[in-house]
């Protein structure tokens, strides 16, 4: 069986089972399954695949037919300039975080020696990236999840700033280590009644801790801010992703915790998707 078949049996699979980007995943997963990039692929559809890596492409292909996300099928995820390891234990990283990415960048010259807090920091792609562009930066990301923590240890010594960054296994609410120039943070901000209205994908394989913002879509949100007001430095920024519809909310409790000078980042959609402010 030639490429080009395979790939068009993969994703009558996928269609059938109402997967949406079904010719994109199936490209994806064949190109996991060969080792090839997507373009040396479509380079060589006419090549003849083997036994063996058939039946790995078809058990992928039966994986995202049960809404399993192309990347835990894969284990990894192409996030602002690389390419993170990422499995069930974090939230697969996303295009719309990336705006929080850019508003740390602007505010950190190429030559600033500032310390970062990352708070829930999942595979460590935000912190990570950040420290990437900003060579004598330092950071600390912790996370609740000791599988987490063990991944962004994995992900900071492969992409080489192991060095500069340490990982912690905790709550915020248990830690008091250091005070910080900068504090950002992509907390579970979707209120439980709407986890079931989630897509699929997300609501059956993402892990729901990294989701899950309470009744009201605050809870970690709230904790997050009260507990920075103590971690960081006067006139320090906290950086922090929110829903599009809790801006007012989000900003009433910044300023409850004595944070000012507050600024809303859109999304590639037009959507609130940051929100920027600084410790007065």
Known sequence: MKYHEILNQG???????????YNLDSE???SSTLKLDRSQLLLNLDKIIENKEKEIFFNFINRRSRNEPVAYITGYKEFW???FKV???????????????????????????KKILDIGTGSGCIIISILKERKKCHGVGIDISKNAVK?????AKIQHIDNRIKFLNSDID????DKYDLIISNPPYIKQCEINN???DIK??????????????????RLIIEKSSTLIKKRGKLFLEIGKNQTRETIKILNLNGFNKTRIVKDLSGKNRCIISTKI
């Not at 295009?95 to 600033?112: F, G, H, M, R």
């Open 151 to 155: 991944l962004a240890k994995y992900n």
């Open 87 to 113: 499995d069930k234990n974090v939230l697969i990283p996303r295009p719309d975080t990336e705006a929080l990415i850019e508003q740390v960048l602007n505010e950190l010259n190429i030559n600033s020696s």
């Open 11 to 21: 994703s009558k699979i996928l269609k059938l089972n109402d997967v949406k980007s």
């Open 81 to 83: 300039k690389s390419t």
């Open 204 to 221: 059956k394989h993402e892990p729901r801790v990294a989701l899950d913002g309470g009744i009201d879509g605050y809870k970690k949100i």
């Open 174 to 177: 248990n830690f008091c280590v």
């Open 28 to 30: 994806i997963l064949l």
């Open 198 to 200: 989630l897509e699929k």
